[in-house]
């Protein structure tokens, strides 16, 4: 199930099927082994967006680590109905490889941007990507958290809508 791909300079193991199996067998063993799964290419929307700043994209896939999966099994947001259960994983997939809009985070301190699709009703399922981030001297595209938010709060001042 697990195939060993080479970044610039390292080796990562890419989990080989979707975001629900990924988690749904991490969570089975509870642990993993430093598997990481490759959701999709980065949006064309976001890489033109780097470039108007004048940055460059290292790295052309968004991936979740076991570290994601293992944040929202026990998570506060779950008590307050913000969370994704683990059987909707794969709209968290579909905000990635076909989001409905794609924001910057004007707040953060680094390039940020949230992908969202359609849930239930008048909600989105949100997903935080952090471009270009760097953990063990590998960079990557890391979908960092997701979670269920109100259409309503993607109007805000925090975030510039792209696409």
């Not at 949006?43 to 991936?63: P, Q, R, T, V």
């Not at 960079?139 to 792209?162: D, H, P, T």
């Amino acid at each position: 199930m697990f195939d060993g791909l080479d970044t610039k300079c390292c080796k990562l193991k890419y989990y080989r099927g979707s975001l629900l199996q990924f988690a749904n067998e991490l969570l089975t063993k509870g642990r993993g082994d430093g598997e990481v799964c490759r959701i999709c290419e980065i949006s064309s929307a976001i890489i033109n967006d780097m470039k108007s700043f004048g940055m460059e994209l290292y790295a052309k896939d968004i991936i979740v680590t076991q570290r994601q999966i293992f944040k929202y099994r026990n998570h506060p947001k779950t008590t307050k109905g913000a969370d994704v259960p683990v059987e909707d994983y794969g709209i968290v997939e579909d905000a990635l490889k076909n989001p409905a809009h794609i924001y910057e985070d004007t707040v953060q301190k680094h390039l940020v941007y949230v992908c969202t699709h359609p849930y239930h009703g008048d909600r989105l399922v949100k997903v935080v990507v952090e471009t270009n981030y760097r953990r063990h001297g590998i960079v990557m595209n890391l979908a960092k958290s997701w979670g269920i938010v109100e259409a309503s709060k993607m109007n805000g001042i925090q975030y510039r809508k792209i696409k």
